[in-house]
């Protein structure tokens, strides 16, 4: 069986004060709710684990309730740091899971062709990872006002999620980085610690994450064809 941890613990500062991404209505339903919906929809995933801030736990229940949500899910209590989240979604995950995908709660376009070549990629080489290639050309600045430099774009690449691992992979990795105190702004880092090989699988379709208010209208426009 594979799992998949949605990560729906942050607090999306950048969407302004008292504003919970996540629940900002989208295409006729909450953000989450579409995100939550395309891993339900997934064949490649038997199990659901979301990470949630505490309080929100009957807010989800609700969700899965209102939108006819099928597959079987837990819900845990987010951490201090996302690693921390994801870690506590790891122990809810079955102990017979064998590939799990963690995907950002705030990504509500992951196709199921992306969820399933990521899982099918960490199953061959431990660890996949959806990505786009950098097609902007990329400068580097030493004091963020002069540009110090260009940076060749042909070997950069933008990562996103979903990020799928082997179950004892992910599990070893992050302990190396609970271990060690180190802070990871993403799961494919806990790799490198290790010296795991991640695969990059190309997002050919839009994977977008709302960070800002100006990414609304473009998720809405993603997503109202499937409503």
């Given at each position: ?67 006819g949500?099928?597959?079987p ?5 987010g ?27 705030a ?77 990871i ?36 426009m ?6």
């Open positions: 069986m594979n799992s998949a941890i949605i990560v729906a613990a942050g607090q999306g500062t950048r969407m302004g004060p008292k504003v919970d991404k996540l629940f900002l209505e989208v295409a006729g339903r909450p953000l989450v709710a579409h995100t939550w919906e395309r891993f339900d929809a997934s064949p490649s995933i038997g199990q659901i684990i979301l990470v949630v801030r505490a309080g929100m736990e009957e807010t989800f229940h609700d969700l899965a309730q209102r939108y949500l099928q597959k899910f837990r819900i845990v209590i951490g201090k740091e996302r690693q921390d989240s994801v870690w506590n979604g790891l122990q809810a995950a079955e102990s017979t899971s064998e590939i799990v995908a963690i995907h950002d709660g990504r509500p376009c992951a196709s199921e062709e992306l969820i399933k070549a990521t899982i099918d990629a960490a199953r061959e080489v431990g660890a996949a990872v959806a990505a786009q290639r950098i097609t902007d050309t990329v400068k580097q600045s030493d004091g963020g006002s002069l540009i110090e430099r260009t940076v060749d774009r042909a070997r950069l690449w933008s990562v996103q999620t979903p990020q799928a691992f082997r179950y004892e992979v992910i599990r070893r990795a992050l302990e190396v980085v609970r271990r060690n105190h180190a802070v702004t993403d799961d494919t880092a806990a790799c490198e610690l290790i010296g795991q090989p991640v695969k990059l699988i190309e997002s050919t379709t839009p994977n977008p994450k709302v960070t800002s208010p100006g990414d609304l209208p473009y998720i809405e993603l997503l109202a064809p499937r409503n």
